[in-house]
């Protein structure tokens, strides 16, 4: 319903408006009806508006690809640190292992007797 009622009004708001007026162009003048001087008007503003939006869309698209490329980046050294961490724990650890297995024959062949000297 609601699209006819808006064809019915643009049919109204057409028969209205269909005297001719004179357009000047640079060139010279020409008489064209209302109507489509209006819908004329209508289009290329629509068009200027598109293309001003098209461009800007693609410009953030740009940004955002960027954007990505650099987070890929950082997640990618990220990654490599973690796992350094985890190879120095490993390390760290096995170390650790070591030194109380050090201590424990200290303790029981060495001259210290307790693990508080070490």
Do not use: C
Not at 35 to 52: E, K, P
Not at 60 to 76: F, G, M
Not at 107 to 118: I, L, T
Request: charged residues 20%; negative net charge.
């Amino acid at each position: 319903m609601k699209m006819q009622s808006g064809l019915v009004f643009g049919l109204i708001f057409a028969m209205v408006n269909m005297e001719s007026v004179p357009v000047n162009y640079v060139f010279g003048e020409a008489m064209w009806p209302l109507v489509l001087i209006i819908f004329g008007a209508a289009l290329v503003g629509a068009l200027i508006s598109v293309s001003f939006a098209t461009m800007k869309m693609f410009s953030l698209q740009r940004q955002v690809s960027t954007a990505n490329k650099q987070v890929d980046e950082q997640q990618h050294i990220l990654n490599e640190k973690d796992s350094e961490i985890l190879r120095l724990r490993t390390e760290l650890e096995e170390g650790d292992t070591i030194r109380y297995n050090e201590r424990d024959v200290a303790d029981e062949y060495g001259p210290y007797s307790n693990k508080e000297n070490w």
